[in-house]
């Protein structure tokens, strides 16, 4: 029997240059057999990582006129997942979204996208912070790295190296704020890896998933390996087996990269890594 396609809205700015947000979400969602369909938030020239001088287009005024449009067209999303938000606003048009695309099967993933290496990115206040903690309050499943889980959490960051029991408990907390599901990244116990914890609270079961630790910064690794995470979700792979799945995803293409000797504002080469992901989630 041919499986009905699966259907994800996607809402995150689209930086025209960069790969981070919708330029790696829709190549790497459609690519595992996804339908992708997107509601930007705002288009940027280039991502804020380290570039100056970007243009910046809100469209914040376009995305209730896009919720509307889409519910009269009585839309179905399997998943929705959320990522860089540029204002309070916007927080609370994706809360409308949920209300009005949320049904019983349905997953909704938010990527709190705000803070790395233990700060907030510059554009965004510790209200904002507080602003993506109710959106999270909301979700089926959050993705944090460990700088935004620590926001979540209302805790001092710890740069690590962590302890299971650490994890653990940042794990419990932070599904004690609602989602049943966590995806934690940046996770490491030594230096020479790094990769990412989960917590199913249903079945009370944490797992790990690592890889090597490349050196450097690498921008929008995030954004890779959430899109490979709900890809592997949503093509029926568990939790763990769909973290083992976008780190290995999300490790190949930073290990391109860092052999190409690309500048690390330019995003990582995920698009030669498409093939060996596709194996893994044996679509090819
Ligand atoms: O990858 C997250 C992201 C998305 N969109 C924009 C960003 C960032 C991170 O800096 O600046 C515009």
């Known amino acids: 029997m041919i499986k009905r396609q699966k259907r994800v809205a996607a809402i995150h700015d689209i ?7 919708l330029t790696v979400a829709l190549p790497i969602i459609s690519a595992a057999g996804i339908e992708t369909a997107v509601m930007p938030t705002a288009v940027l020239s280039t991502h804020t990582g380290g570039f100056t001088g970007f243009t910046y287009r809100d469209l914040t ?14 839309l179905r999303f399997d998943a929705i997942y959320t990522g860089f938000l540029g204002s309070f606003e916007q927080l609370d048009i994706v809360t409308e979204f949920f209300r009005t695309f949320k049904d019983d099967s349905n997953l909704i993933m938010v990527d709190p996208v705000m803070a790395d290496n233990g700060e907030l990115y510059s554009i965004f206040s510790h209200e904002f912070a507080m602003g993506m903690k109710k959106l999270c309050e909301k979700a089926d499943i959050i993705i944090p790295n460990i700088t935004e889980a620590s926001l979540l959490v209302e ?8 302890t299971e029991a650490y994890i653990e408990e940042l794990l419990l907390k932070l599904s004690q704020l609602g989602p049943k599901k966590i995806v934690l990244t940046g996770v490491f116990f030594h230096d020479a890896h790094l990769g990412a914890a989960t917590y199913d609270s249903t079945v009370n079961e944490v797992t790990y998933a690592f890889s090597e630790r490349i050196p450097g910064y690498y921008h929008g690794t995030g954004d890779v390996f959430g899109s490979a995470l709900l890809s592997a979700l949503l093509n029926d792979f568990s939790l763990h087996r769909s973290a083992e799945i976008a780190v290995n995803f999300t490790t190949a293409s930073i290990r391109r990269t860092a052999e190409a000797k690309t500048d690390i504002r330019f995003g990582v080469n995920f698009e030669q890594c498409i093939p060996d992901f596709l194996k893994e989630l044996k679509l090819l």
């Open 61 to 74: 005024e376009d995305l209730l006129p896009f919720i509307q449009h889409w519910k009269s067209l009585d």
């Open 15 to 21: 930086s025209g240059f960069g790969k981070c947000s």
């Open 155 to 162: 805790e001092k960051y710890n740069p690590g190296p962590y």
